[in-house]
């Protein structure tokens, strides 16, 4: 590899996919980028954008030394996750009010091939099997189990057409019972104690280092926005007059990685009722520019939306059978913002005690059938006719009999870029050092 080009390769993407962000708040991404340092699935969780800029390119084709030829002209244009990896998983409340284990945030989602999703999960396994100091074997395959239960519930899916199929209470064990088990305990009473103070009759948020108090014409702003955010929630979602009323508005900072530099607030609503307890805060985030649509033909995907924010909800609403009930989108001097509830009942997967190979095949065996479900997910709640076919029919279509050479590509792909992204993972790390990257005002 030449060292030389690929540092450049890798200070060009960060630039095109962040630029504006990094000017427009360098200490955001200042922390991002040092988060980022911290190891190569750091990393690899900040640099979705290396990512597909290396799969469109053929980089991972060559890598492998042969390739990924398991789409065709509807498979390789479903909607997709875009940032699958193993922590990109866990608990919520859905609009039925159950208690589900699914894929979460979407922020990356967009229109592409049904084998990108599975790569980038399977190099993210590569990276945390390698972590763990788990034997390659082991690490290939739990990239099979991953991959085979991702066939088998697609074809349950092409079967009957079950679009009701979710991760639950009843049919999960092991560490995904436990995070289940574990939301099932939260209140939300103790999630406002933990972020509102009560003054008089009413909540307000809490000050704290994450929390912006707004000047006047900037929190019209924002209430105007909240108001216009309101249209955009399923007429059978809406819920009484009372439910909506807007308590307290404030600018929020503190969010992950893939979020830095993006503006975003907490708003304060009323609740199903005037009780204290049932008051809901929501999040008002400006919505990404998605990864994968900075190297694919995006003309008969943008034409659908006016904003990111839109194009973020409406690719949730596809990929997710059942939504948070009040998932919706909503503009700020025309820029897109997602709005979403904070919910009490959110809990993620911990790998930190995931050591063994047995315990960690139950849970990818789960994990590959979460990946079906968002696939092959109804978009009932949607109204956009981009993917207009039976995706579980597209992908068992277009993979016919080789299913072992799938399993075979992406335990290959997998461990191959996992390599890849250490390795570029110590060119950031000293590319950021000596100031090749550099995040500061100008």
């Known amino acids: 590899m030449d060292t030389e080009k690929r540092i450049q390769t890798i200070v060009e993407t960060l630039e095109d996919a962040f630029g504006g962000l990094m000017q427009a708040d360098p200490a955001a991404f200042r922390g991002k980028y040092r988060k980022m340092a911290k190891d190569s699935h750091a990393f690899y969780r900040g640099t979705a954008c290396l990512f597909f800029r290396d799969v469109t390119a053929g980089h991972v084709d060559d890598l492998v030394g042969r ?83 991702y066939l088998d519930q697609v074809r349950t899916y092409a079967q009957d057409h079950d679009d009701d199929f979710a991760l639950t209470l009843d049919n999960t064990s092991g560490p995904i019972r436990a995070a289940l088990a574990a939301a099932r305990q939260n209140r939300r009473a103790g999630l406002l104690d933990a972020n509102t103070t009560r003054e008089g009759e009413v909540r307000m948020f809490l000050e704290d280092a994450t929390i912006r108090r707004l000047p006047d014409d900037e929190r019209a702003r924002v209430e105007d926005a909240y108001r216009r955010y309101l249209e955009t929630i399923p007429a059978d979602r809406r819920r009484s007059s009372v439910f909506h009323d807007l308590r307290d508005v404030a600018g929020k900072s503190g969010f992950g990685i893939g979020s830095a530099g993006l503006p975003a607030y907490s708003l304060l609503i009323e609740g199903h009722s005037q009780a204290l307890d049932n008051d809901v805060i929501l999040s008002m985030k400006q919505a990404n520019v998605p990864a994968v649509s900075r190297y694919v033909d995006t003309d008969a995907v943008e034409r659908y939306f006016d904003h990111e924010g839109q194009r973020t909800v409406v690719s949730q609403r596809a990929l997710q059978a059942h939504t948070d009930p009040l998932l919706g989108w909503t503009d700020i001097d025309g820029v897109g913002y997602v709005v979403s509830e904070v919910s009490p009942y959110e809990e993620d997967l911990d790998w930190a005690d995931l050591t063994e190979p047995d315990d960690i095949r139950e849970v990818v065996g789960l994990l590959g059938r979460a990946t079906a479900k968002i696939h092959c997910a109804s978009d009932s709640d949607s109204d956009q006719d981009l993917v207009d076919f039976q995706v579980e029919d597209a992908v068992l279509a277009s993979l016919g009999e080789r299913e072992d050479d799938l399993v075979s590509w992406l335990a290959d792909a997998g461990a191959a870029y996992a390599e890849q992204v250490r390795t570029d993972h110590g060119l950031f790390v000293e590319a950021f050092r000596s100031g090749r990257i550099s995040v500061s005002a100008t």
Not at 72 to 85: A, K, M, N, P, T
Not at 105 to 118: I, Q, R
Not at 129 to 134: F, R, T
């Open 67 to 149: 390739p990924d030829d398991f789409s065709d002209e509807r498979s390789g244009r479903i909607w997709v996750h875009g940032d699958l990896y193993v922590e990109n998983f866990g608990t919520y409340l859905d609009s039925d009010g159950r208690l589900v284990f699914d894929v979460n945030d979407f922020d990356e989602a967009y229109v592409g091939s049904w084998t990108w999703d599975l790569l980038r999960f399977a190099a993210s396994l590569s990276l945390t099997g390698w972590q763990k100091a788990l034997p390659e074997d082991d690490v290939r395959d739990l990239v099979a189990a991953y991959v085979r239960s």
